[in-house]
């Protein structure tokens, strides 16, 4: 029988999304705790919280007694602790290949334009929107040219970013194109990422763990 999941959430949280896209794609029951990152100068500043997870970020995952944070971290001790529908390939070159386009979002685009980066500018950088729109729109078009290109590398017929069946970094890429949507970023010059979005907005599990489904959605 499967300990309980408790996993620490906000609806907009891109990292979140991802670890929710993984435990639907794997069936895997869970329950959810709302950390609003806004609210009252953010929730995750809270010090119960930030015991929790010294970053004071989200998301956080306990399974059991046991504490997990960061994202992909978290994706890949579910899949090895959870064997059914596995979310990294078994051959080694499609698994590094997989983990290649998933730090493109989760070390090159997610950590330049996260919510503690545009406060920041804001902030104490003192940009003004504009600014700071041209900053998370250039992070944004760097990466995605970089994606797309490592697709076309690749040449695999997909409906995913690695085949026909959802991995690491589907969990990855949709909630990253949330975002640019947010930020009316055009996503015209990328057709492949256009298509695998296309597929996994069909997806339940994706549906399931889409930010407006979510029940602290627009709080």
Known sequence: MQDELLLYDYWRSSAAYRVRIALNLKGLNYQQRSIHLVRAG????????????PQQLVPTLLHGELVLTQSMSIIEYLDEVFRATPLLPADPLARAQCRALAQVIGCEIHPLNNLRVLQYLSGPMGADDDQKSDWYQHWLRHGFDAFEALLTRYALTRDYCLGMQPTLADCCLLPQVYNARRFDFD??????????????????????AYPDNQPDANT
């Not at 953010?42 to 997870?53: H, S, V």
């Not at 996503?187 to 399931?208: G, K, T």
């Open 187 to 208: 996503l015209a010059p990328y057709p492949l990422i256009r298509q695998i979005v296309q597929a996994s907005e069909q997806h339940p599990a994706f549906i399931q």
């Open 42 to 53: 953010g929730e995750q500043r809270q010090p119960t919280y930030a015991a929790l997870n």
